[in-house]
């Protein structure tokens, strides 16, 4: 099973949306349990700050063809990637949420990059249109980690469509919109677990789990497994129906996956996109270092941490 490019009309665009994060704040784990003992303390991010975005549409285009070149060139220093990958992250929130700003941006993007950012404001408005505008004031229980590296979870992608036929870009966005790449370290409302946000009950299922449910490896073979279980190699939407029971999740997740099919080194940037949650206090970037072991207020944790709300 091959994924065929979207290519998306203005107007559609107009009305999509999504927030990266949305599902898992808004939709799973708003009150989530975290699992982690430690208290609840955050390393802030070492020299490193949430990224700007310019005012001017014409300047954010410019950047953002900038960082959607530097992210597929080889030769990019890999120090410079977690911070690129998290400008274009942050570029397409902010767009997201503003219809007409996005729409000049767009006019103004050189045509290589037009169908891309296209595709990633649709995914992100599917995820808003999810969330139907809640906006909470507690921040959930989880805790930010390092993700394992990108070569080694693409391995584990490929493995699994080798054994199953789902394609490994399709788990690579599932992997993506669940937990970041596996950055979310927590357990959901619902009690959904591990990298790719397994119910124990459906993990214990004949033929699904084997192994460990938080282990990256065996979190993405059994989501394959399972996706084929409910239809995904007659039809992928099917199976994501299955795996989250909304058109909004399947859709957002085939945009990103159509994305790293038509170009592989699309998946640099969404590997390096950090965890941001659209709190009723504007968008907060959570980075690698937080843990809460219990639910905490959004007014309490920016005093503690100004620095994860976007620069004024």
Do not use: C
């Not at 699309?266 to 950090?274: I, S």
């Amino acid at each position: 099973m091959r994924i065929r490019p979207i290519v998306l009309i203005p107007s559609l665009i107009t009305v999509l949306g999504v927030s990266m994060a949305v599902l898992h704040s808004q939709q799973r784990s708003a009150t989530a349990v975290e699992s982690v003992a430690a208290a609840p303390v955050q390393a802030d991010p070492v020299q490193r700050r949430y990224p700007a975005v310019p005012t001017d549409p014409t300047s954010t285009a410019t950047l953002l063809a900038e960082v959607e070149t530097a992210l597929r060139d080889p030769t990019t220093p890999q120090q410079q990637l977690p911070d690129l990958g998290h400008q274009q992250q942050v570029i397409y929130r902010v767009l997201s949420a503003d219809v007409p700003r996005s729409q000049l941006v767009l006019a103004a993007l050189p045509q290589r990059w037009r169908s891309v950012a296209e595709r990633h404001l649709a995914a992100r408005r599917e995820f808003l249109r999810m969330s139907r505008g809640r906006r909470p004031s507690v921040l959930p229980a989880w805790r930010i980690i390092e993700p394992e590296p990108a070569e080694q979870l693409i391995a584990h992608y490929k493995k699994a469509e080798a054994a199953t036929g789902i394609a490994w870009e399709v788990l690579a966005a599932v992997n993506l919109v669940e937990t970041g790449m596996g950055r979310i370290d927590g357990v959901s409302v619902a009690n959904a677990q591990g990298p790719m946000q397994f119910l124990p009950t459906t993990w214990a299922e004949a033929g699904i789990g084997q192994g460990d449910i938080r282990d990256p490896h065996d979190a993405i073979q059994a989501a394959a497994r399972y996706l084929v279980r409910r239809g995904g190699l007659q039809d992928i939407r099917r199976g994501l129906w299955g795996y989250n029971n909304s058109d909004y999740y399947g859709k957002a997740v085939m945009l990103y996956a159509s994305l790293i099919e038509e170009d592989p080194s699309a998946y640099t940037g969404l590997y390096h996109w950090e965890i941001h949650f659209n709190a009723d206090a504007g968008d907060l970037w959570l980075p690698v270092g937080y843990i809460q072991r219990t639910p905490i207020s959004v007014q309490d944790y920016l005093r503690r941490h100004p620095s994860s709300r976007a620069p004024q």
